[in-house]
């Protein structure tokens, strides 16, 4: 999957499960400051990132995840040492 196909089904998930508007959704947005993800969304997203990719995700691999970017180089970085 491609950086940009992966940003583009990040943001169908953010939109659909979690009801954020798209125009919200944004590379340096901070997932609780500015898009209200709490820690049971931030579960609920980390297992549909796992359906996603094929991706062996765990939470501790997003302990440092504050923004969009940092989410998607966390999977960027699974992807590679697969």
């Known amino acids: 999957m491609t950086e940009q196909k992966f940003r583009d089904s990040?943001?169908?998930?953010?939109?659909r499960q979690i009801e954020i508007e798209?125009?919200?959704?944004?590379?340096?947005?901070h997932l609780n400051d500015n898009?209200?993800?709490d820690s049971i969304?931030?579960?609920d997203?980390?297992?549909r990132l796992k359906e996603l990719t094929?991706?062996?995700t765990r939470p501790e691999h997003f302990k440092h995840v504050r923004t969009m970017d940092?989410?998607?180089?966390?999977v960027s970085s699974l992807a590679a040492n697969t």
């Open 54 to 56: 094929g991706l062996q």
């Open 22 to 29: 798209s125009a919200d959704i944004q590379p340096h947005e």
């Open 10 to 15: 990040l943001n169908k998930v953010l939109i």
């Open 35 to 37: 898009l209200g993800i």
């Open 70 to 74: 940092d989410v998607v180089q966390v």
């Open 45 to 47: 997203l980390i297992v």
């Open 41 to 43: 969304d931030a579960v």
